[in-house]
């Protein structure tokens, strides 16, 4: 399961590639805001740059002409764009419109599998269930995912699943044994991710142990290539 960061932000998105564990970024009109006033397309296009995946940016538009208007518009912006594109019967029209053109289109705000049926029909490149969401109004979200994924998988279609609307690391967990191909994750999450109160502890007594024996010193000793007396690595 590959690794999205879910999120307009540019320091977040240097920290998460730098890590080597994103591989691409999901947006959305909410997340843009969060940034402030910015230019959107000069934002967007920043992302990209740093980005060696896909990077998923948002229409505005209601209508599937207006849609497909800023999706060619969008698809300019960088070669690994995405466009996202609202799961609504003017949505359907658009994706399909728009995958003829080899835009490729992140079907979101989904939440249900005869949703999913018709993104994929439509030729949608990924799919993104929200999984927060449904959780929210007391229906299991994740559900959701495990029948889209067996869904495309009984019927070999290439569209992906990218599990949206992560709330926390239990989600990422389950969203890795439903089979999802992509987790699209906060910042926060992604974090505390490798957070775990055994290895903090078992790093300090490591790390105590060594210093107990060896001192401060040695630490450094350990890591040192020694040389001979004229200053020639021995090694």
């Not at 999984?131 to 559900?143: H, S, T, Y």
Request: charged content about 20%; proline content about 4%; overall charge negative.
């Amino acid at each position: 399961m590959q690794l999205f960061l879910d999120t307009a932000n540019i320091d977040h998105i240097r920290h998460g590639v730098e890590l080597g564990v994103v591989t691409g970024v999901t947006t959305n009109p909410s997340l843009v805001s969060r940034e402030g006033k910015v230019i959107y397309r000069d934002l967007v296009r920043e992302i990209c740059s740093i980005v060696p995946g896909p990077v998923s940016t948002e229409v505005l538009g209601q209508d599937a002409s207006q849609m497909v208007v800023e999706a060619r518009e969008i698809a300019k912006w960088a070669e690994n764009i995405v466009v996202k594109i609202p799961a609504s019967l003017e949505g359907v029209k658009a994706t399909s419109v728009l995958t003829k053109e080899n835009i490729k289109v992140n079907f979101t705000l989904c939440f249900s599998l005869n949703q999913a049926v018709l993104a994929a029909a439509a030729g949608a490149t990924f799919i993104s269930p929200f999984v927060g969401r449904l959780d929210d109004i007391g229906e299991d979200g994740m559900r959701v995912v495990i029948d889209i994924v067996q869904f495309l998988s009984y019927y070999r279609l290439p569209t992906q699943v990218i599990a949206a609307s992560i709330r926390h690391t239990q989600h990422c967990v389950m969203a890795a044994k439903a089979g999802a191909h992509i987790a699209t994750i906060p910042y926060r999450v992604l974090l505390q991710m490798i957070q775990h109160p055994l290895t903090d502890t078992g790093i300090r007594r490591f790390t105590d142990d060594w210093r107990k024996v060896m001192g401060d010193e040695g630490i450094v000793e350990a890591f040192t290539i020694p040389k001979d007396d004229q200053g020639n690595s021995s090694r």
